[in-house]
């Protein structure tokens, strides 16, 4: 071999090591093409969506980056266990594609889980989860009734409770084994398109549509109001139900009766319904009260 043989191997190493080098970062991670989330999982989207919907709190979109890592979480948790001694469930082993993480109740960098969705996918925001496991196989059902009975699922569900000032825009769901998994994240996704398994459904990413103009209601329908807030201008009621409207109450509305102008942050069916609501309220609405119309 001689010295121009020698030269251009060297080149060419050198070139196939500067492929690997400008690699775009973002290739680590993309999703699959055929990633798609189970009819069970997309049971579970929509349970939390129709429970927030009659607390007249916004719909969030499905979220197919959140999704993802709630089902890599799942497969790490099956696969390699992290959760042993002190650290729970929010916990990620040395074994993927992201950073190790020993999470547990006193931790001070809680990073650690709330990075997640950057290190595994391109979405943009950091997210928070919430976990369900028993000892069996786990279902949308089960998951939903535990969470929605647990004061701390609970609230990040609706916002509740130190969670008032957070906005979710994004929802993922993962359901193995005996886990269930939900992240909710305060950013829109960039992937806007979820496939369903077994389906031709695609599930677009969209935001909701929100009322321009709220509704004024004159005439008796039976229902009861959750009312917070009375004004003698119909211009002043429409002022303050838009912020209403804008903090999340999205089927906010105005009572118009015995010419006073009420805000109704919600309105139900029973006054037993509406008395469970009303307990669900965060604590600045604690003096609303219920208004039969």
Known sequence: MNMSDTFKIGISILFFSLLIIIKPVDAQNEIPADFCISQEEYKLYNLINEYRKALNLPKIPLSRSLCFVAKQHITDLIQNKPDTNICNFHS????????????????KDKSCMQDKPKEITNYPGTAFEIVYWENKEANADKAFDQWRETTAARS????????????????????????????FGEESDVEKVTKICGTQTEIINEPP???????????????????????NSLNDARKEVMKYIENGFNKAKIISKDNKFRISL???????????AKKELPVRYKDAWIMPF
Do not use: H, M, Q
């Open 92 to 107: 990620w082993s040395d074994k993927g594609n992201w950073r190790a993480c020993c999470f547990e109740k006193e931790i």
């Open 266 to 276: 919600s309105d139900y069916p029973t006054k037993e319904s509406a008395s469970k």
């Open 209 to 231: 549509v929100k009322d321009d103009e709220p509704r004024v209601i004159s005439a008796s329908s039976g229902r009861y109001y959750i009312i917070f807030g009375s004004f």
């Open 156 to 183: 990040v569900v609706t916002n509740f409770k130190g969670w008032e000032t957070y906005s979710w825009n994004a929802l993922g769901i993962g359901i193995k084994k005996g886990f269930a998994i939900a992240w």
